[in-house]
């Protein structure tokens, strides 16, 4: 079936550098793709999202790519902060739900 | 900032047990979800609600799920007969718009974390 994942399980970034985060999705019909951020104890929390029509989009500290060709997806986080620590999840909506990936947990190292 | 509220935060039960967990959504939002998440597992999607009846719901959603909105402001979960399996973190949503269009974003809850002895 159709799924959505995540490359790697845990990051660990020096505090003040950059972040990636990566995500691959198999679905080519996917048209809208959403990172959410979850803290220990508590529900996804949204941080930013992009339809299929571009291939970045720019947030606070954090840029998502997209690249249909190659079904992939990164967010980057600049300049990390401690707060950043929490497991990433890229999610793809269609048909009203949203299919998650399984998640990177970005530790972020004082 | 409006956010989606979940009561209890914490719920254990017996096996075969009923339970009822509750959500209040973002008041303006019509769209309404909930997904769980076994513990060290993705977060899985359970069932969607719009205009008082479910629009899409996923093979987790058998029948011993249920789901309602009692009022204007509720949202509720029940597991008729609770499970071993049924044990995870249970997460309401909401949005204020349909898939595709504008304000499809979907605002959780806190979570009410549930264990089934």
């Known amino acids: 079936g159709e799924s959505v994942g995540l490359h790697l399980p845990t990051l660990s970034v020096q505090e003040g550098d950059n972040s990636i985060i990566n995500c691959a999705y198999s679905?080519?019909?996917?048209?809208?793709f959403i990172w959410y951020k979850q803290e220990s104890g508590k529900g996804p929390q949204f941080i930013i999202d992009?339809?299929?029509?571009?291939d970045k989009r720019q947030g606070q500290r954090v840029t998502v790519l997209l690249n249909k060709t190659v079904k992939h997806l990164s967010l980057q986080i600049a300049a990390t902060q401690p707060g950043d620590s929490a497991v990433y999840f890229c999610?793809?909506?269609?048909?009203?739900?949203?299919?998650f990936g399984t998640g990177t947990r970005l530790t972020i190292i004082p | 900032e409006p956010e989606v509220t979940q009561t209890p935060s914490h719920q254990v039960t017996q096996m075969g047990q009923e339970v009822i967990l509750r959500c209040v959504p973002i008041?303006?939002?019509?769209?309404f979800y909930w997904y769980r998440q076994i513990l060290g597992q993705k977060v899985e999607f359970l069932v969607s609600?719009?205009?008082?009846?479910?629009?899409?719901k996923s093979e987790i959603f058998d029948d011993q799920f249920s789901v309602e909105r009692p009022d204007g402001s509720n949202f509720t979960l029940k597991i008729r007969s609770t499970k071993l399996e049924d044990s995870a973190m249970y997460f309401c949503?909401?949005?204020?718009?349909?898939?595709?269009?504008?304000?499809?974003?979907?605002?959780f809850g806190p979570g009410t974390r549930l264990l089934v002895l």
């Open positions: 008041s303006n939002h019509l769209y």
């Open positions: 679905n080519s019909a996917s048209d809208y």
């Open positions: 992009i339809r299929s029509n571009m």
């Open positions: 949503a909401s949005s204020d718009g349909l898939a595709g269009g504008p304000g499809e974003t979907q605002y």
């Open positions: 999610a793809e909506n269609s048909n009203e739900k949203l299919t």
């Open positions: 609600f719009y205009n008082n009846e479910i629009s899409e």
